[in-house]
């Protein structure tokens, strides 16, 4: 089976098919067909639907490969050599490479990976760390607090509805392969938040001084976007507002600088 015929059928099959990749580029080999499904999973309807995500870039992916990560599908240039491809890689040619890939320059390599949706378990905001995203719509920042929770070891991480597309490439790409690493839950807020019989932190203007907490190892820090802040019915749910003093004249501190100050707090003053 060559790369054609696999794209083919990764897409309508439950699980991945394999398939004997093309070793070395010999010329055009992608057809019309196969571009256009590949540009629509960079749109969130056709994702959707397909129960399929893209992601582009060398270290990414290889970080992904490293970890054990299964990918439906990788399409790769001469220039990319990790040892992971199997046989999902499918070799294509620097310019078959730029008519798939979004990036202005594009990557050596790009792979296709199913949409996996996590549920929430009874009891489970009760124990461990969880950062809690409402309303966050840029993309660069989800991804970015998605590499902050992995590096702090948080348990999970929530996002409301509202907030960027999971899955979309610019937040797989500012997550650093983070996204296939970190437990994520889509869940609205100010219906799974009350109750928790745990601390609710919620990261505004005002609030108690993040570097005078009380220990805790089990919690949930809410952050709310730069520009919104958090909503009224977020707000309603926390049991204790924080805030990182500014000592400069700056408006406000964007949602992943935030974040990670807070929680590299949390896990000092557990120590």
């Known amino acids: ?26 010329g055009p080999m992608l057809t019309r067909a196969d571009i256009s499904r590949l540009h629509g999973l960079y749109e969130k309807r056709t994702r959707e639907a397909a129960g399929l995500f893209i992601m582009e870039g060398e270290k990414a992916i290889g970080e992904l490969l490293d970890s054990h990560y299964s990918f439906v599908e990788i399409y790769a240039t001469e220039a990319w050599r990790h040892p992971g491809g199997g046989d999902r890689l ?19 390599v790009l792979a296709v990976g199913r949409i996996n949706r996590s549920t929430l378990g009874v009891g489970e905001l009760a124990q461990g760390l969880t950062l809690a995203l409402d309303r966050i719509q840029d993309a660069g920042n989800v991804g970015t607090l998605l590499r902050i929770a992995e590096w702090f070891a948080v348990d999970r991480v929530l996002m409301s509805p509202d907030c960027a597309d999971l899955f979309s490439l610019k937040v797989i790409s500012a997550s650093m392969g983070s996204v296939a690493r970190v437990r994520v839950i889509s869940a609205q807020l100010d219906q799974v938040l ?12 005002e609030g108690t001084d993040v570097h005078f907490l009380q220990p805790v190892r089990d919690a949930v820090v809410v952050i709310g976007s730069e520009g919104l802040g958090l909503s009224a019915e977020v707000l309603s749910c926390v049991s204790q507002r924080i805030t990182i003093p500014r000592q400069g004249g700056a408006e406000s501190l964007n949602a992943a600088v935030a974040a990670a100050v ?10």
């Open 90 to 108: 499918c070799r294509v040619t620097p310019e078959e490479m730029s008519r798939i890939s979004r990036f202005p320059a594009p990557a050596s």
């Open 194 to 205: 009350p109750g928790l019989g745990v601390p609710v932190l919620g990261c505004d203007m």
């Open 262 to 271: 807070v929680f590299d707090n949390l896990r000092r003053i557990a120590q």
């Open 1 to 26: 089976m060559g790369c054609r015929d696999h794209a083919k059928q990764s897409v309508g099959d439950a699980s991945p098919v394999a398939f004997r990749g093309r070793e070395a580029p010999t």
